[in-house]
Nanobody, 132 residues
């Protein structure tokens, strides 16, 4: 069974940076597309970024393109989200989730907001607050 734990959130000023970590256990993330999602108070959960099981493809929702970078460390079974030039609008609880599919399709669904039910393994989230 895949278990995911997010960490790295915190309070940061506008323009600052944070790196979120998604630690996996139970099953190798080499068999999972891994997505980052966020949910702000009073808003629906939205897809932010995703990386394929192989780690050779990552994509981003338009709101974070050029500011966020997703990466994967297969040796340590981790996925990271480097967040730069943070804005107050980035304030949310950030979650990672896995889809047991080895192609690009799950990642396409993350950024277009139609992610598959196969993204069924979720962490508990980490709070990111961007405020001066």
């Amino acid at each position: 069974q895949l278990l995911l734990v997010e960490s790295g959130g915190g309070l940061v000023q506008p323009g600052g940076s944070l790196r979120l970590s998604c630690a996996a256990s139970g099953i190798s993330l080499d068999y999972y597309a891994t997505g980052w999602f966020r949910q702000a108070p009073g808003k629906e959960r939205e897809g932010v970024s995703c990386i394929t099981a192989s780690g050779d493809y990552g994509n981003y929702v338009d709101a974070v393109k050029g500011r966020f970078i997703i990466s994967k460390d297969s040796a340590n079974n981790m996925v990271y989200l480097q967040m730069n030039s943070l804005e107050p609008e980035d304030t949310a609880v950030y979650y990672c989730a896995g889809d047991p599919h080895v192609g690009r399709y799950p990642c396409e669904t993350v950024v277009n907001g139609t992610w598959r039910p196969e993204f069924g393994t979720w962490g508990r989230g980490t709070q990111v607050t961007v405020s001066s």
